[in-house]
């Protein structure tokens, strides 16, 4: 892997000019979008990205659309200066932090809906968040027009979200999803830990645990109601206030997994002043 310092671009115009360069130089366009306050998960999406393209694009943008009226859009660690050091150590060749009026210079006078995906789960305990998922992400795309883009697998209904789109507005880009990457207790790396105060953090673990019971559960064959229940009860009682655990197929969230040969087991809980996500995806081909 080749590293050097990350170009830092602010602008549509001039990051469009450096990669028509790029292009130019038949360099294939990787990118990973985040929000900052970068992690050992984003460098491993940043990793995953070099691994497929010769030159890799982060942006850097806490995105207002996202956010409801309540959340935590003021509070959203911001850490451009401290982001950039950590990407100098990575194949990352230019970071594009862009400000809202840059993004957003008109405000919002178009939206990207994915309805039925965006309604369910998360989307029932967050209204609009999709939307502005699904719009900024349709932007950025659009703005780097990257050969492939690289989204966590923690974030698993956005990922299928953001692949309805692609797939349904036929944009020339292919979508990669890259593994979770957990703390050595199991708990998945997220810029929301950040909230965790240390025995929150101990208490955040159980959630990975209570996948993977799930899971075991689910491939042994076991009627899942009675084990649903069970862990519900078990996080509530460790002082998780759940917004769903849930099982479905892992091909479209909007199913049961009853018929399903992909299983994913997803789960949303707040803890303290964090809001927690996690996931499971479970091989039912031989069950
Ligand atoms: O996953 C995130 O960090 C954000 O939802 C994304 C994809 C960067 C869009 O703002």
Do not use: W
């Amino acid at each position: 892997m080749s590293t050097n310092t990350p170009r830092i671009i602010n602008t549509v115009s001039a990051l469009r000019e450096e990669l028509n360069r790029a292009r130019r130089d038949k360099q294939r366009i990787g990118f990973v979008p985040t929000m900052g306050n970068l992690h050992q998960g984003h460098l491993d999406l940043v990793a995953r990205a070099a691994e497929l393209s010769e030159c890799v694009v982060v942006s850097i943008f806490v995105n207002p659309m996202q956010f409801g009226p309540h959340e935590d859009f003021d509070a959203y660690p911001r850490t451009l200066d401290v982001d950039c050091q950590a990407l100098n150590a990575t194949a990352c060749a230019i970071v594009f932090a862009p400000t809202v009026r840059e993004m957003y210079p008109e405000g919002v006078n178009t939206e990207i809906d994915v309805p039925k995906l965006s309604t369910i789960l998360c989307g029932h305990h967050r209204p609009g968040h999709f939307k502005g998922v699904a719009t900024v992400v349709n932007k950025l795309l659009n703005i780097v027009q990257p050969d492939i883009a690289v989204f966590g697998n923690k974030d698993y209904q956005q990922l299928q979200v953001i692949r309805t789109m692609v797939s349904d507005l036929l944009m020339p880009v292919e979508i990669v999803g890259a593994d979770t990457t957990r703390e050595g207790s199991g708990l998945a790396m997220s810029s929301r830990n950040a909230y965790l105060t240390d025995a929150e953090r101990t208490t955040a673990a159980l959630l990975y645990a209570c996948l993977n019971r799930l899971g075991v559960a689910l491939q042994n064959g076991d009627k899942m109601g009675v084990h649903l229940k069970q862990e519900r009860d078990q996080l509530r009682q460790a002082g998780f206030d759940l917004d769903y655990l849930e099982i479905r197929d892992a091909d479209d969230l909007t199913r049961g997994a009853e018929e399903a040969s992909r299983a994913v087991i997803l789960v949303a809980a707040r803890l303290g002043k964090a809001r927690l996500i996690d996931n499971l995806v479970v091989d039912l081909s031989a069950v």
